[in-house]
């Protein structure tokens, strides 16, 4: 399994407003398309205009090819469109487990 990770700030007072978007628009867009929704999360401390989620994928080609699924998708164009607006900066990695790592699939 490889892990989507990313990491999006916003302007201070913009999470809220994001968080109510991507519940309604975004992740079911997403979740039909990517499928494995690790979760979102907010940050409690730290850079608390931040918001971070993460897909799972069994490999690499399985990233890319679901990706592309959901990146053609309308639903997913419009909820794109309207959280770019409120995002400042995005980071985004792909997390490859260690040999020793829980198996996620089964949590």
Known sequence: MVIDFRAYTFRPGGV???LELAEREGVPTQKRHLGNFIGMFRTEFGDINQVIHMWGY??????????????ADPAFQAYGKKARELIVAQE????????????????
């Open 58 to 71: 069994e490999s690499v080609a399985e990233r890319e090819r679901r990706r592309a699924l959901c990146a």
């Open 16 to 18: 809220p407003t994001f």
């Open 92 to 107: 985004v990695r792909l997390l490859v487990p260690t040999a020793f790592s829980p198996d996620l699939g089964k949590l």
